[in-house]
């Protein structure tokens, strides 16, 4: 009984801190869930990332959902992103299972670290005018490559996927603040579906649940960090983001090596 009331605690603390990722900043929830079940409930590294993957597809979906009602969710022109990133997160998830749990737990900590402090010194200040202004044919081609690049993290490291397409949404494709969560967690559904299913085609089923318990308490915390992210200005939700990001990444990293 008392392993359970553990499991249940650690899957809460994981998919509250997820799902605030998720909601606000456009997260990975293997950023999160990932750490802790490795590092609390000695899950394997490849099956705790799984978890976090599918963990993300309906926290993500209620996340964008929520962004779309406040016209925040860009799918036409996201499409090129999202159908490069599909792909190439199959090739990125075959590739994690030969890499080291340890490196698998801590690979994305120090970069989120880096992104969040460029969201808090540099708040991305697009408008939605200056996005328009950019050919067709240019986003394309950035699309595309932005994709092959966040597709491989996302299947690779699982908790490095949300960060980087919110990092290529802002600085690479010249996206409004709140546009980019929104259509980050848009993407993010259906790349956490693959890389989740790919991970358990490859290593088997999880821990069931884990699984479980991660997927509604992730859920849970993503709907209502959302609700309130679309309430925020575009100033505070970069503040919130990287903060986000960089309290995130401290605890992850303090958990597994201090």
């Known amino acids: 009984m008392g392993d359970i009331l553990i499991k249940i605690l650690v899957c809460f603390l994981a998919g509250a801190g997820a799902g605030i990722g998720t909601g606000f900043a456009g997260m990975s929830a293997a950023a999160v869930i990932g750490p802790m079940l490795i590092t609390f409930l000695g899950v394997p590294a490849y099956d705790a990332v799984g978890i976090g993957l599918i963990s993300d597809v309906l926290a993500s979906l209620v996340s964008a ?29 075959f590739a994690a299972s030969f890499l080291p749990e340890q490196a ?26 200056q996005l328009e202004a950019v050919s067709p044919k240019s986003r394309l081609i950035k699309a595309i490559v932005g994709g092959i690049f966040v597709g491989f993290i996302c299947g690779f490291a699982g908790a490095g996927g949300g960060m980087m397409l919110l990092l290529v949404l802002t600085s690479f494709l010249g996206y409004p603040m709140h546009l980019a969560v929104g259509t980050s967690v848009f993407i993010m ?70």
């Not at 790919?198 to 849970?220: A, E, K, N, Q």
Request: glycine share 8%; proline share 2%.
């Open 65 to 93: 959902y929520t962004y779309k009602k406040s016209g925040n969710l860009d799918i036409k022109n996201s499409l090129p992103l999202l159908v490069s990133v599909l792909i190439v997160t199959t090739v990125g998830s």
């Open 189 to 258: 559904a259906f790349t956490a579906l693959t890389g989740g299913i790919s991970h358990f085609m490859i290593g088997g089923l999880p821990d069931i649940l884990c699984l479980v318990l991660c997927v509604v308490f992730t859920l849970l915390w993503a709907r209502i960090a959302a609700k309130i992210a679309n309430k925020s200005n575009a100033k505070t939700l970069n503040r919130v983001v990287g903060v986000v990001m960089i309290v995130t990444s401290i605890v992850i990293l303090a958990v597994n090596y201090l």
């Open 104 to 129: 698998m737990s801590g690979t994305m900590q120090i970069a989120l670290i880096i992104i969040g402090l460029r969201f808090l010194l540099k708040p991305v200040n697009k408008t939605r005018e």
